[in-house]
């Protein structure tokens, strides 16, 4: 698919709005995604000078190590912008960096007097940051998102281990689970080709039933960007199916035994779609009946 033709689809399904809510654990590489992706896709199609600048100060800032970067919600750029994607069709995009759930050896959500304190849009007191990562994630998913990007990495971006990530990362995809919006992971690594990154990827296919994309989110490219919302795209609910049979199918009798054989075939087969990327294996599926050659 181009890219036009992805950014039209979604657009279809959330009325014109791309807002894309990154969660993840702290140390993974959110805030450097988010600032790839506006880098790609968002700034240069920005065509308002002013609103260009204002959304490149925006920006998050990212670096390497154990220190946590991102302490507060952020919605990047802080008002959405709008995108002519082609004549006709306009979108509204926007991102938010979400305050990473807590690893062991990462470093800044405690301080000398305990749990580090931290301010978000949804409470005038500051809470405990634990409670800002859990708390906002739901939230920003729940009301500020039309889809979801969870981005886990297998520790060779930095100094945490593969294994710290691991129950974080499980409570973050149940929670977007639990919402209901769509949703896709990135393995974020320094080598995404690597056997054993494949190895990893594929686990964490099998282990929660979602898309997972490796990709080296540092040297991320547009493609990527285009890979990324093209398997969101295809987690989107279905939630009308149309079988279109041939003319002549449909004036034989109700109880025509041809009929009924079609009948019955497209009865057991479009139960099992459930999201976009299920149509095509659905489809498929017809060949196994009788009197069916081709579906299309």
């Keep these: 698919m181009e890219r036009v033709d992805i950014f039209k689809d979604i ?63 952020k919605f990047i750029p802080n008002q959405a912008v709008s995108l002519t994607v082609e004549d006709g069709l306009e979108v509204n995009v926007r991102l938010v960096d979400c305050v990473g759930y807590t690893v062991k050896g990462a470093q800044g959500f405690e301080d000398e007097n305990g749990p580090r304190m931290i301010h978000t849009p949804w409470y005038e007191e500051p809470i405990p940051f634990h409670d800002a990562a859990e708390i906002g994630t739901r939230k920003v998913i729940q009301e500020h998102s039309t889809m979801g990007i969870v981005v886990t ?14 129950e974080p990362e499980a409570r973050i995809v149940e929670e977007l689970k639990e919402v209901g919006k769509p949703f896709i992971m990135i393995l974020n690594s320094v080598q995404p080709y690597n056997q054993e990154t494949e190895l990893l990827r594929q686990n964490l296919i099998d282990k929660y039933d979602i898309p997972v994309l490796s990709m080296s989110v540092e040297s ?28 002549w199918v449909l004036v034989l009798d109700d109880q025509h035994w041809l009929r009924k054989n079609y009948q019955h075939a497209i009865e057991e087969t479009v139960k099992d779609i459930k999201r976009l990327r299920d149509v095509d294996h659905v489809i498929g599926q017809f060949d196994q009946f009788d009197y069916i050659h081709q579906a299309s």
């Design 11 to 73: 657009s279809k399904r959330t009325n014109g709005d791309i807002y894309l809510g990154v969660v993840g654990a702290v140390r993974t590489g959110k805030s450097t995604f988010i600032k790839k992706f506006m880098e790609k896709t968002v700034l240069p199609n920005i065509k308002n000078e002013s609103d260009r600048l204002r959304a490149q100060d925006e920006l998050p800032q990212s670096a390497a190590g154990r220190t946590i970067m991102t302490t507060e919600p």
């Design 153 to 166: 990495t297998d520790g060779s971006i930095g100094e945490i281990p593969r294994e710290d990530y691991e």
């Design 220 to 247: 991320m490219t547009e493609h990527d960007v285009n890979n990324v919302l093209r398997e969101v795209l295809y987690e989107f609910p279905v939630l009308e199916v149309n079988v279109n049979l041939p003319s």
